[in-house]
């Protein structure tokens, strides 16, 4: 098996057949396996993906409970593929199908482990675009991810890079953040992005504040030294500052005022709080992390 379709499916009941039966045609070289995931639809979509899985030899379904996420969606269908390569795809046909090749031969010319697809001009609503905006940014920081790097959902993942993503069984997966935890070998090539072909997209502001704070908490230890340093430096500032207080108040050269030593009390508990709270929330990360399966090697 050379090439897997990851496809979470979500309410497609009118499109999720013509994109099965496009991928058929657009991949008839290859020798290919298509996952559907359907991840609690409301509509008729299970139905539909059965008849699919039945129809064609090369179509496996797997359907969940409940709606679990998008994320979860792909975990679930990543763990059910064998392909060298796993082709992520959406169900909305926004992503065209035949730029599948495209990402698989870039994968496989420049040796990536991961190709992700960018787009000259995205047709997604302006609230996603803020949204893809914002946890891209947060990426690059967090993840230390290139800053040029558009983290899309439409990509390629290399076998290797698949084995360890699945290694993951906590319940808040961050597909991309999984992805940096193994490798850095990552590339992206440029491909059509199109309007989507029924309904409506179901990124609402709670999705958006959910990944933010999943990737912000989630995969990296930035947050919590962020205030570590923070406390740092208050302390750092206070000490001297007190020193110089005492000094002057000793020598007459300066007579501190109420409020004065007020600001720098303050200032002084507050560096020395966070501070504390800095260490012992790098102790409690690192549990988490560890909890969490981040693995201390990958091997090629």
Known sequence: MRLSIVIPVYNSERTIGPLVEQLQVCLAEQTIEIVLVNDGSRDNSESVCRQLATRYSTVRFVSLRRNFGEFNAVLCGLNHTTGQYAVIIDDDFQNPPEAINTLVDTAEAGQFDVVYSRYAQKQHHWFRNLGS???????????DKPRDLYLSSFKVIRREVINEIIRYR???????????????????????????????????????????????????????????????LLCGLGLPTGLLLLV?????????????????AIGTSTGVILLFLGILGEYLGKLFMAYSGLPPYVEK
């Open 133 to 143: 905006w914002l946890v891209n940014t947060l990426t690059t920081y967090s993840l």
């Open 170 to 232: 906590g319940p808040y997966p961050y597909i991309d953040g999984l992805i940096f935890r193994v490798t850095r070998n990552v590339g992206s090539v440029e491909v059509p992005h199109n309007s989507r072909a029924d309904g409506r997209s179901t990124y609402t502001f709670r999705k958006l504040v959910s990944l933010f704070l999943n990737v912000f908490i989630g995969y990296s230890l930035w947050p919590i030294r962020v205030f570590t340093v923070l406390g740092a």
């Open 248 to 264: 002057g108040a000793l020598t007459d050269t300066y007579v501190p005022t109420g409020v004065a030593l007020v600001l720098w």
